[in-house]
């Protein structure tokens, strides 16, 4: 038998994860200066991953470039209101696509996300049901066949995974995987109007939960 051996992410991306999850949940608060040499030795990595980390969380705007160096800005209400706009605006793009070709649509990506995502509700696993939520919307890019628009959310995807972290935990997710499966159902309908109705309720409740957490944690 052969066995492939488990691909692990490369530092630098492990790095990031965690940086940018630290950040979300509000571990790394605002303002904290991040020293380069202080990070490496504490996440065990080299120099290099940690400055390609600190670059890439300040395009997506979790820290800044100070006079004194970079230092956590943090995610606020108006980044939430912001993040959402965004992804409300290209998955209605993609849903819309999806219905333009419904006709040889394969429906697969959102039946395989959603069965999986029943099974992490019934196992209490809200990690592999985080990854499974995400992979059902970007069903949405696959089916749309707009690579440019998929690429898009693809820049976007790694910090509504952070996102939907701290809004899955302690949450029954069994109604969510039921909301899921009725989001497809109206889409495959072909009857635009009613999908992106139910699409922008489905994901202004998602903006809403998170814009919830942040003012429970800034109460604190």
Excluded at 53 to 71: D, F, N, P, Y
Excluded at 91 to 118: F, G, H, K, Q, S
Excluded at 120 to 125: C, H, L, P, R, Y
Excluded at 177 to 202: C, M, T, W
Aim: aromatic share 4%; proline share 4%; net charge negative.
């Amino acid at each position: 038998m052969i066995v492939t051996p488990v691909r692990q992410p490369p530092l630098g991306e492990q790095l990031l994860g965690q940086l940018r999850a630290l950040i979300v949940r509000g571990e790394l608060a605002e303002g904290t200066h991040l020293v380069e040499g202080w990070m490496a030795e504490r996440f065990g990595v080299s120099r290099g991953p940690v400055r390609d980390a600190l670059k890439q969380l300040e395009i997506e705007g979790l820290v800044e470039t100070r006079k004194r160096g970079v230092s956590v800005r943090g995610l606020t209400d108006t980044d939430i209101v912001e993040l959402y706009a965004v992804r409300g605006a290209l998955e209605t793009l993609a849903v819309r696509e999806v219905i333009a070709r419904a006709a040889e649509a394969d429906w697969a990506p959102l039946d395989d996300a959603v069965a999986v995502m029943r099974e992490a509700a019934a196992a209490a696993d809200p990690v592999r049901f985080g990854a499974a939520d995400l992979d059902f919307h970007s069903g949405f890019y696959a089916i749309a066949a707009n690579r440019r628009l998929a690429s898009t959310w693809a820049l976007h995807r790694p910090l509504f995974a952070a996102m939907l972290a701290v809004t899955n935990t302690d949450r029954d997710l069994a109604p969510v995987a039921q909301d899921h499966a009725d989001l497809s159902a109206v889409v495959r309908s072909g009857e635009v109007e009613p999908a992106l109705a139910a699409l922008a309720v489905h994901l202004d409740g998602s903006c809403s939960r998170m814009r919830a957490f942040m003012a429970t944690r800034s109460a604190a």
